[in-house]
Each structure stands twice: as C-alpha cells, then as structure tokens.
C-alpha cells in the first residue's frame, strides 16, 4: 500500500512540473541567463563562459547602468565585448565596441562545438564612476524580458 502512494507521489510530481513547464516562454532560448557585473575602472574586465553547438547563432544582449537609476543608452556608454573559444587566449570570434549604447546584440554563428569566454570590459579613460551592467546570451534575436 505504501508504494502505490509514493507512486501516486511521483505521478502527480511530475504532472506538477510538466504543467508549469508548459508556461515557460521558449522564446528566449537563454544560454545565460541575465548576470549583473561591474566595472569599476578603465581597464577592468569581468569573464564568462557557455557552451556552444557548431552552426547556432548566439546572441550577447548588455545593459549598461551608471548608477542603480541610470540607464547609459546614449553615446557616453563604454562596455566593450570580445569572446574567444576554448580559453581567456583563444581565438578571438568576435569584438563589439558600442555593447552598453544600443539595444542590438552582439552575434556569432558559432564555427565549432565547446566553450566560448566572454570578456565583458572598457577601455574608457573617461570612465570615472565606474560602469554596472547586465549581460545575457540567448538563441533568439529578441532582446529577453527581466533584465
């Protein structure tokens, strides 16, 4: 008698889960979910990693912030990209030098199969205050909900 309960446990556990499942939006495909990070001055850097399949276009979405209020979307933001395959001294795939100014995605096709790094960094000499941003990668080139 026991056991047909914890079956009728598991049963309705997993209806459970595969009803709130079927409310997730697919259409963000996430590969990294939204991260928040800093930059406190020039030349600071912050790193990231995801995996990558061979012929999947990425998407690299930042939001730039110069303090908890201020958005930066203008053409004073200053959060560069590049991301490298296999390591932090790998082939670089791509640079993206207005990532913070605008609402277009950085994006690659990856070539190959594995770990992709990605550099989130300025190079500013202007930057004094410091930059804070939210970085998100995605399979879909609509920009994703919850930044």
């Given at each position: 008698m026991k056991n047909k309960f914890k079956l009728l446990g598991i049963v309705a556990l997993c209806?459970?889960?595969g009803f709130f499942a079927m409310g997730c939006d697919e259409g963000d495909q996430f590969i990294m979910n939204w991260t928040s990070g800093t930059l406190p001055s020039s030349g600071s850097q912050q790193w990231y990693t995801f995996s990558v399949t061979s012929g999947t276009t990425y998407?690299?979405?930042v939001k730039e912030y110069w303090s908890n209020s201020v958005s930066a979307y203008d053409?004073?933001?200053d959060v560069r990209l590049d991301a490298r395959y296999g390591s932090q001294t790998g082939t670089v795939i791509f640079t993206y030098s207005d990532a913070g100014a605008n609402n277009s995605p950085a994006s690659f096709t990856a070539n190959q199969s594995g770990t992709v790094h990605l550099?989130?960094?300025?190079?500013s000499v202007f930057t004094?205050?410091?930059t804070m941003f939210r970085v998100a990668v995605t399979t879909s080139n609509s920009r994703p909900a919850g930044e």
């Open positions: 209806a459970v889960i998407y690299i979405w053409n004073y933001a550099r989130v960094y300025h190079d004094m205050m410091g």
